[in-house]
């Protein structure tokens, strides 16, 4: 449920918590509390330190988005948009009519570009 809303609070306290389990085998301490100490204090230096880099990692798009395509087509003007490749695309159309077909040069950025006839 934590990985879900991107917290991460307990993440690093765990960490923590296996660190100083992990120095328990080595040094025994002398209380419980001391062990809890340390536990949270790794923790909150770890989260301080390392949480902002970590959600960026964990969170970030292992796809790659392409906001423009290249290539050329042929489009319809339908009700003040462009029908191109099955979908309606914005565009500047006012000097078209509907239901003209149209060259369609790219796509950039949910508009498509449209070529001029001369």
Do not use: P
């Amino acid at each position: 449920l934590e990985i879900v809303t991107a917290s991460f609070v307990l993440f690093w306290f765990g960490i923590g918590f296996l660190l100083v389990a992990g120095v328990s085998y080595m040094y025994n301490f002398e209380e419980g509390m001391v062990q809890l100490a340390w536990a949270f204090s790794i923790g909150a230096i770890l989260m301080y330190l390392l949480r902002a880099k970590f959600v960026q990692y964990v969170m970030a798009s292992k796809e790659k988005h392409v906001d423009a395509l290249e290539g050329e087509g042929e489009g319809v003007i339908e009700n003040g948009k462009v029908f191109f490749r099955g979908t309606y695309w914005d565009a500047d159309v006012s000097e078209f009519n509907e239901g003209d077909r149209v060259t369609v040069v790219k796509i950039d950025h949910g508009r498509v570009i449209l070529k001029m006839e001369t």
